[in-house]
């Protein structure tokens, strides 16, 4: 039975795929089984693409959903929608629709007004007068924005779908020349350390003081701390591998995506260096063929690889490799705060830039019932529904002195994906009702939320001092 997804209209993107293809509509439609005449009435936008049809495209042509329904655009929607809404621009209210074609009519020009809001934002963070109209609060909240370090290599990882293929079949031939399926890895991982000449020691936390990894190039040594665990151990030893016999490789990927300041290249060669090591614990065709085979249970394969359950979900959200793709996750990890310090997308989910998480995300539910697996299906304003798992997991550390932080994962897909997860099994996908959501308070324009802390950004809030309501602020509709 087919599953549940939202129908949408895509009839300028298939047209442009056929074409690049090649294909006339009966030769599309053959290669699709389907008629002709539903290809003919999808292109004119006649008719919405059904589940199936969706489902038969990601399979014949070796693409994502994404790539063809809108939500392909999702992050620059999302980014885009935000520029708009700055009250700089003194722009009335604008409705969805609109934002919604001039996306769909000019994605590039879109972009281009997303950049010069940010380099609106860093603007407006140079200017620290005191007659700054931009509040503490106002300024704090933009920081998020800023073209920092940290968020150009997010978007390069999301621009790739956050795969790195070059550096992920580098991983995966070390790990079979290693033979880590057959050998005790960390045995064979401080093994490769002493071809390096170099000593791989557990120090007591004292010594390390607040480090948990520390190399040292003069003495020949890598330093644990003893509050890793074993897979965390594993992980860091990877990441010196990484750093020692694959610099080139890494160089390479950093020009190739054209840093040039050092703060971003150093950020990215981190990210590179711990996506190796992950790559290498977790290879590619033998992880992929273990998440379809355990239908993506994170516990079970994080056992079967000896893997963290964070390192495990944030692998699962790596897994497009063209021709052999996994299911196409978004990863995000969370603080108690709703404080995002990571996220990561396969599957074009719209994360924003500042704010937060929607409180109604059940992400942030996950900390009320420690170690249990969460489901819930998400809607986001523009209709896109996601299948959404949340766990928490405790950072690496922790003493009675100085407890471990918890912390909350959550992994997701586009709610056609759900039936090959195991999380799903128990859920009727065709009446479950999906809880809507919003990118955060600040953006989400949604009415009557009692769980909004802040009023959207853009509009006129409407205040009756007569009357109290379960919104704690009320705001002028459309």
């Known amino acids: 039975m087919a599953k549940r997804i939202q129908k949408l209209m895509i009839g300028r993107r298939l047209k442009v795929l056929r074409k690049s293809l090649g294909l006339t509509q009966a030769q599309l439609a053959d290669q699709l089984d389907v008629s002709a005449s539903y290809i003919t009435l999808i292109e004119a936008d006649q008719r919405p693409a059904s589940a199936n049809l969706l489902l038969r495209l990601a399979q014949v042509y070796d693409m994502n959903i994404g790539e063809l329904a809108p ?43 997303v950049r010069l809001h940010g380099k609106l934002t860093e603007a407006r963070m140079r200017d620290q007068a005191p007659d700054n109209p931009f509040t503490d609060r106002a300024k704090v909240e933009a920081i998020g924005e800023v073209s920092r370090p940290d968020e150009r290599v997010r978007d390069w990882l999301y621009a790739t779908d956050n795969y790195m293929d070059a550096v992920d079949r580098a991983a995966e031939q070390l790990a079979f020349d290693m033979a880590l399926h057959r050998e005790e890895p960390h045995l064979a991982l401080t093994d490769r350390m002493s071809r390096h000449g170099i000593r791989v020691r557990i120090l007591p936390a004292e010594v390390m003081g607040g480090a948990l990894r520390r190399f040292d190039p003069h003495r020949k040594e890598l330093m644990l701390s003893e509050l890793l665990g074993q897979a965390s151990r594993r992980f860091q030893i990877g ?36 996506y190796f090591s992950a790559a290498l614990q977790m290879p590619y065709a033998r992880f992929l063929a273990a998440c379809e085979q355990e239908r993506y249970d994170v516990e079970l394969i994080s056992h079967r690889f000896g893997a963290s359950y964070e390192q495990t979900a944030h692998r699962m959200a790596t897994l497009q490799r063209p021709n052999a793709r996994g299911i196409p996750f978004f990863f995000v990890r969370i603080d108690r705060a709703g404080n995002v310090s990571k996220r990561f997308s396969a599957g074009r989910f719209p994360f924003s830039r500042f704010g937060g998480t929607c409180p109604l995300w059940n992400i942030h539910s996950a900390f009320e019932a420690p170690e249990r697996v969460h489901t819930q299906i998400i809607r986001m304003p523009e209709g896109a ?24 994962i959550g992994l997701g897909c586009d709610v056609s994906y759900a039936a090959r997860l195991v999380y799903a099994d128990r859920i009727n996908l065709d009446r479950a009702e999906p809880t809507d959501i919003g990118l955060n308070c600040y953006l989400c324009e949604r009415q009557n939320c009692g769980s909004r802390a802040q009023p959207p950004i853009n509009r006129r809030l409407a205040i009756n001092e007569r009357e109290r309501s379960l919104a704690l602020f009320r705001f002028e509709g459309e």
Not at 97 to 106: D, K, T, V, Y
Not at 244 to 270: C, H, M, N, P, W
Not at 385 to 396: H, K, L, N, P, Q
């Open 385 to 408: 529904s996601y299948f959404s798992i949340a766990r928490t997991v405790m950072r690496a550390g922790g003493t009675h002195a100085a407890p471990a932080q918890r912390l909350a």
């Open 239 to 274: 990441v010196l591998i990484a750093r020692l016999e694959y610099e080139a490789l890494i160089e390479a990927q950093i020009d190739a995506a054209g840093f040039k300041d050092a703060d971003t290249r150093s950020l990215a060669r981190v990210s590179l260096a711990n």
């Open 71 to 113: 939500e392909m655009d999702a992050q620059l929607a999302s980014d885009f929608e935000a520029a708009l809404k700055d009250p700089a621009l003194e722009l009335a209210a604008l409705p969805r629709s609109e934002i919604e074609a001039a996306l769909q009519a000019s994605p590039q020009i879109a972009a281009a007004v």
